[in-house]
């Protein structure tokens, strides 16, 4: 595993959260990566790519949003709301004294981007946004609903490896087993009894039970017509995802007509990034972007 420092900074709510820091190999200095990852994952999802974007000149920052992985769990578990994960981006930004960076956001972290930009639309001078969109499909959504927040009883790490695939084998069909091990090793954690325990608060599902089924499909559509006015944008999409249907797609790329865009072949929801298609689609993209 490539090397990182680890990097702390304080929410505006005075939570303790974490990040990843890839420092950026000797050059030209080129705008920083903030990578934001999806709703019950944390920052090891960009454990390939950010070294890989980090070798190319670029610092890259892999965030743990607050209630996962090694950042704080929020005592009121209403702040685990998309605007105020925006908020605590901008704060690492201003802590770190980052005027601005791109955007690479999985999922969840592609609809924070949107709210960032709604919020401090200056701070990002460019976007990746993998799988997701102003509207999602809520067959995705249910799906993720399911599992979200539930207990689950995981004895060993094989059995936590036999989880995450039984709930991603469909979006991710070329895995092997010692890919699945690996899948676990990041989405879990040791408890304090020594077994595997999912690495998320599970009161992340909170707010979106209190706010009942019409919060499951949101329209941000002003928020992506803002992302995507005046910035370079990339979507990347998984083939079979059934969160971004190509209906989806096919509005957004109306809506914005300069907006690259990628189709991760045999790949659902969400690409991993280490995918060659993905991957060289990022690269030409952030070759583009100073």
Not at 21 to 34: H, K, Q, S
Not at 180 to 201: I, K, Q, S
Request: proline share 7%; charged share 20%.
């Amino acid at each position: 595993m490539a090397e990182y420092a680890e990097r702390r900074w304080t929410s505006p709510d005075g939570l303790t959260l974490f990040a990843r820091d890839y420092g950026g190999a000797a050059g030209v200095a080129r705008l920083p990566v903030i990578a934001i990852h999806g709703l019950t994952r944390n920052s090891a999802d960009f454990d390939i790519i950010a070294p890989l974007i980090a070798q190319s000149g670029r610092r890259v920052l892999a965030v743990d949003v607050r209630g996962r992985g090694r950042s704080d769990r929020a005592p009121d578990p209403m702040t685990y709301s998309p605007e105020v994960y925006a908020r605590d981006i901008l704060a690492l930004m201003d802590q770190a004294g980052i005027d601005r960076a791109v955007f690479l956001g999985t999922s969840m972290g592609g609809l924070i981007t949107m709210a960032i930009a709604a919020v401090r639309a200056r701070t990002i001078a460019a976007a990746i946004i993998n799988d997701v969109g102003p509207e999602v499909s809520p067959v995705g959504l249910a799906r993720i609903a399911a599992y979200m927040g539930q207990a689950v009883e995981i004895s060993t790490w094989a059995e936590a490896a036999d989880h995450v695939k039984g709930l991603n084998a469909a979006a991710l069909p070329h895995y092997t087993d010692a890919d699945w091990a690996a899948f676990a090793r990041r989405t879990f954690r040791e408890g304090t009894e020594g077994t595997p325990v999912p690495d998320y608060d599970p009161d992340i599902a909170v707010p979106i039970r209190a706010a009942g089924a019409k919060a499951m499909v949101p329209n941000l559509w002003p928020f992506f017509r803002r992302l995507t006015r005046g910035r370079p944008v990339l979507l990347v999409h998984g083939e079979t995802s059934d969160l971004l249907s190509p209906e989806i797609v096919a509005r957004m790329r109306k809506a914005a007509r300069k907006m690259a865009y990628v189709q991760v072949p045999g790949v659902g929801h969400a690409p991993m990034l280490d995918e060659p298609e993905a991957r060289a689609a990022i690269f030409e993209f952030l070759a583009g972007v100073k």
